[in-house]
């Protein structure tokens, strides 16, 4: 029903926008040196409301007009204002070429501030090229002309840029040169949001739609302004602003998964998942029978898979004499898709003569079937009280349903119940489970900029945010049975029913504000002088709620109880109490971090130098409830850091840079990971250590740059790094399907890596490719079990060389391109490929798990059918590329998604 809503608001709007005058402005708007069209410019009447940007094509076409003669004016970041008078009559339609020239950055600009009115975004070339640190922008019009639906998918196309997922979960997190997500950063327009997810600092990049953002910005390098805690690198979502001019725009497209082609989606009675424990409806001294638990959930059902839709709009205008201006952006997406999963447990093998290799204990067969409803708001609003002061106001809004059922057929390999005596015998479980997880991310951030006068700049903000999980009723049900060595089988027994109920949630706090002074130093330099702080207060409660349920013995044999079905299932509640009161997992916890800065930036004709110092001091502890005896119950730590750091650009001609970069940056342990307790993930499960320490790397770069044209570009560069303390995850076991990881300092590592862009285009085809090579190495103790001659093992430590986790050695990103301004066509196939990752650490010396190589190839294309609108069709995975994990040559596990796609269509005034 609130599709249907859904749809009709968006039609009802799409029909009051397309009502339209026969009096027209159209035409294109072009470089005047390259004769190549320009995206993105805002084509204007003066005193007037008609008002468009130029699509992907360069073309622009204004309606509505009365009769009259008008100014037209044309503006575009980088080039000088065009404007010229024109005669619009009845029944005519005029077309007009706009041709700009570059203008370059006036002495005036550079030595005060200008006005505080944010113009349209120039190209992310532009971007790239002005900016103060060395970044990559992968700009909306790139998203939308890629095969992607979400942040995720499309920041794999930035170079050095990789990303880390989950086994059967979409959730997805950046991996920048190398390194794993906790070494970067993940902002919300410039400031840090919380994530919702008991196991991780930031929010899953897969639940923002990429129809939300104006840009991503990943910075490579740090300034003193910036914070501090990013060794890798910082990923910001830039959200859309409110527009010069009424905009409105539409998507929708709908796509499928072609791994139901094969099998069925599997399901569950969503609504027998209970939102509240039996304690929280009873109260603690409640003893349960079976009764209060819910059976539906666990009565797992097959059907086809509903078709993947998409919906989005984006309105936005200004009002009050163009002093109050707005957007509201809202993306909702309803996926559906599966994993086919090989899943191995690995163990020492202790048999004689085996030299305790790894060896596989168990095979499990497992499939995903899951249902992701993503559902993102963002609103802005801002006032300028004049051309020097202007406040905003900013909220984002994210909501994530996720319903996902496994079902696992798990056998044993080695021992097991009963035995195992040859191929095809022993015992075999079946483990399946049903998930639902609700998650919600707000994001409300206060801001503001003043220019005193033409020297000083005063900018703030307040950001107050919030996110919460809740994964009510995980319910698991483990059944087993015995293959006889005749091959006959003993009936299906219950073995074991668990029920979670888990809550997290994470709140942050944020003030911050800027002092700026800008002033000449005669001609054709300058300097510019800022200082700053911020204060954020952070904190985190996690709450867990066990229930075992045992199944009762056989009122006729006394023995094992033969499972027939959920409904029939016969069990006791092994701990009546649950673990409400008990359970280890159950902690609040905080981080408090004060930090300030003093920077400069010194413009010397061509050379342009921006440094200074940061520094942030950071408290964190935690209390578990209750006291847990058998671990460390609470803890509070304190550390100052000092962060140095100097960029360095000197621009070689006005299309050319030369950079070189040092900054010194740290890495903060996650909450949770302090917590000596586990956190249950679909997965992992990770146990802290209150004894962890946080990273800190010393961070050189040096980057050559070239821009030819508006869409062409050739970067080359190398990094270096030194990281003291590195976090890495060890194994500490793999249980009933499970792994069980700990956070653990393994002494000081080194990355270097050289990077290489290139995207041009030859008339109507083009290229788009980048190359990132990582080298990282370090020293870790591992245990190395040896046997002599008389069969006696010894064990001894030994040191091994090794990469770091998450390091991938080779990335490639390749994109052929087609664009037919004519036909107002674009297509691109976009291919990527990744070399082997270390995935896990292994205790034992020589083995740990690797991510096999992968390569992706998918295809995207849209096709402008008139000036409103454009269709689209995506496929994603054309080569049904698999996850595939190894230990030594054995598959630990192996994830099949196939191939995906979507057709749609945009509408936009």
Known sequence: MNNKIYLALIF???????????????GQVIDGKTKEPLAGAYVYFADQKGAALTDAFGQYSISKMPSGTYEVKVKYVGYKEFKKLIDLTEN?????????????????????YGKAIIE??????????????????????????????????ALQRVSAVTLQRNSGSDE???????????????????????????????????????????????SKTLTPQMEGDAIGGTVNLIFKDAPEFEYFKVNASAGYSTIFFNRKFDDFSHGAVQSKSVSERFGPDYKPGQGNFSRANLDFTQKNAPVTSLLGFTYGRRLLKNKLGFIISDSYQNQYYGTNSEFNIAQLDTRPGKNYQPVISDVANRTYSTQQLNNGLSTHLDYKFNDNNKISLDNIFLYTHLAQTRLSIDTSILGGNGGRTGPGTGAVFNDNRSYIQNQYVENLKLSGKHILSNHFLFDWAGIYSNSTQNAPDRADISLNHLINPDFTSTPNYLYNVSRIWQKSSNKDLTALANLGYKSGLGKNNSIELKAGGLYRQSNRFNNQNEYTLKPTPDNLTGGKTVFTDIYAADWVVYNVTGTSTSDKANYTAYENITAGYGEFKLTLNKLDAVGGVRVEGTEQGYDTHPVVLDVKSNAKKTYTDVLPSLQLKYKLTDKSNIRASYFKSISRPALYE????????????????????????????????????????????????????????????LDGGQANTSPQNFGTATVTGAEVVYSRFFGMLGVSANYTYTYSNINTTKIFTSTDANGVSTSVPKLQSRPMQGQTANVVNLSLLYKNDKRKAFVQLAYTYTSKTLALVYPNY??????????????????????????????????????????GSLVQSRDVYNLGFNLGFRYSL
């Open 846 to 887: 020589g083995f740990d798990y690797y991510q096999q190589p992968q390569s992706f190839l998918s295809l995207s294309g849209q096709k402008q059918i008139d000036k409103h609108f454009v269709f689209t069709a995506k496929v994603n995975n054309l080569f049904n590329t698999a996850t595939t994990i190894k230990i």
């Open 674 to 733: 302090l917590v000596p307790t586990p956190t249950f993930g679909q997965s992992t499960d990770i146990t802290g250590n209150p004894e962890v320490k946080h990273t800190v790397a010393d961070n050189y770069d040096i980057r050559y740059e070239l821009y030819p044209k508006n869409e062409e570009q050739f970067f080359i560069g190398g990094f270096y790094k030194n990281i003291t303390n590195p976090i890495e995850f060890a194994l500490n076991s």
């Open 92 to 112: 005519k339609a005029i077309n007009l070429t706009v041709t700009l020239e570059e203008k370059a950055e006036s002495l005036q600009n550079v030595k005060v």
């Open 172 to 218: 997805a997190f950046a991996i920048i040169r190398g390194l794993e997500p906790r070494y970067n950063n993940t902002l919300i327009n410039g400031v840090k949001v919380t994530s919702p997810d008991p196991a991780s600092r930031f929010v899953s990049l897969s639940i923002i739609p990429s129809d939300l953002l104006d840009r991503i910005e990943v």
């Open 12 to 26: 009802i709007f799409a029909g009051f926008a397309s009502f339209a005058q026969n009096r027209v402005l159209k």
């Open 120 to 153: 349209s975004e120039a190209s992310s070339r532009r971007t790239e090229k002005n900016a103060n640190n060395i970044m990559n922008v992968l700009a909306a019009q790139a998203m939308e002309r890629s095969p992607d639906i979400n942040a995720a998918s």
